[in-house]
């Protein structure tokens, strides 16, 4: 089991930045790929970015390419994205996961991560 807890969601005007915190128990966080999704009200849950068990590779949707950046500390049993330039149509609840199986070619994919965070809301007001 792993159980995972988001942190750091908030209000911001358009423009600002936000980062967000995802703090890992129970199973070894440092053998676990992660990953950041999102889920604005009425769209499904898409891809935000996920980084590799070592840290050595990140990815990310190409709507927050630049703009977003996907890391994790072992140390810490945490990962981070920060969020800078944030738009309106950012707005939605992040959830952060964790997948010990999926190859870097579904880290896009929901279905591939086994643990899951339960959100938090981030508003960006115009």
């Known amino acids: 089991q792993m159980q995972l807890v988001e942190s750091g969601g908030g209000l911001v005007q358009a423009g600002g930045s936000l980062r967000l915190s995802c703090t890992a128990s129970g199973r070894t966080f440092s053998s676990a790929a992660m990953g950041w999704f999102r889920q604005a009200p009425g769209k499904d849950r898409e891809f935000v970015a996920a980084i590799t068990s070592s840290g050595g590779s990140t990815y990310y949707a190409d709507s927050v390419k630049g703009r977003f950046a996907i890391s994790r500390d072992t140390a810490k049993n945490t990962m981070y994205l920060q969020m800078n330039t944030l738009k309106p149509g950012d707005t939605a609840v992040y959830y952060c996961?964790?997948?010990?199986?999926?190859?870097?070619?579904?880290?896009?994919?929901?279905?591939?991560?086994?643990?899951w965070g339960q959100g938090t809301q981030v508003t960006v007001s115009s």
């Open positions: 996961a964790s997948t010990s199986y999926a190859s870097a070619s579904d880290y896009y994919l929901s279905g591939s991560y086994n643990y």
